[in-house]
């Protein structure tokens, strides 16, 4: 059975860091391009972050491009979102997401091109 397990999230000041990660078991994402999405209440899941199985394209989303990293380590099955300057805005549950076949492209950007997700971790930055 694929698991995508977040984890990292937690309450911050606005200007501070979190770093999310996602651990990956049941079969192994090396050859698949991951995702982070976040959805804040009221509103719809949307686009963070995409990373290719080599790590070597990334896409962001506009907003948090320049403050947020997405990075990964395929020998641990893992993918973390590195978050810098965190705005009050961005407070939102994070989801992981894992796309099913293999490719090293990144431009991955809506949620129904996922096949995997994760269960959220909750994310909230104070003002």
């Known amino acids: 059975q694929v698991q995508l397990v977040e984890s990292g999230g937690g309450l911050v000041q606005a200007g501070g860091s979190l770093r999310l990660s996602c651990a990956a078991s049941g079969r192994t994402f090396s050859s698949n391009a991951m995702g982070w999405f976040r959805q804040a209440p009221g509103k719809e899941r949307e686009f963070v972050a995409a990373?290719?199985?080599?790590?070597?394209?990334?896409y962001y989303a506009g907003s948090v491009k320049g403050r947020f990293a997405i990075s990964r380590d395929n020998a641990k099955n893992t993918v973390c979102l590195q978050m810098n300057s965190l705005k009050p805005e961005d407070t939102a549950v994070y989801y992981c997401?894992?796309?099913?076949?293999?490719?090293?492209?990144?431009?991955?950007?809506?949620?129904?091109?996922?096949?995997?997700w994760g269960q959220g971790t909750q994310v909230t930055v104070a003002s």
């Open positions: 997401a894992a796309r099913q076949y293999p490719s090293d492209y990144a431009g991955y950007t809506h949620h129904y091109q996922y096949d995997y």
């Open positions: 990373i290719s199985w080599s790590g070597g394209s990334t």
